[in-house]
């Protein structure tokens, strides 16, 4: 059974920063492609960072600059970056892979609180 297992959340001030990791169960080759979404109360789920088998990046325009997605290919783990955190980034973020027919696995989540 394939698991992705988030930590590093927590409650961070504005302008702070964080790391997130995702680790997978599985060799994280499998994945075509691997990302990080979040969902905000109230608000439908949105992708913030993705990260192809081969290293390239996509982000959400409003994380770019702050945001930085990598992987360790030899932990099988997957990292979120967050600098110059801002009190609209938080939310509930999860830790996805798609693999390449197409399965994705969504991890349980961790929260982000950016507050004063």
């Known amino acids: 059974q394939v698991q992705l297992v988030e930590s590093g959340g927590g409650l961070v001030q504005p302008g702070g920063s964080l790391r997130l990791s995702c680790a997978a169960s599985i060799n994280i080759f499998s994945f075509k492609t691997m990302a990080w979404s979040r969902q905000a109360p109230g608000k439908e789920r949105e992708l913030v960072a993705s990260i192809s088998s081969d290293g390239g990046t996509n982000y959400l325009d409003s994380v770019k600059g702050r945001f930085t997605i990598s992987r360790d290919n030899a932990k099988n783990t997957v990292y979120l970056q967050m600098n110059n955190l801002k009190p609209e980034d938080t939310a509930v973020y999860y830790c996805?892979?798609?693999?390449?027919?197409?399965?994705?696995?969504w991890g349980q989540g961790t929260q982000v609180t950016v507050s004063s």
């Open positions: 996805n892979g798609e693999t390449y027919t197409t399965v994705r696995y």
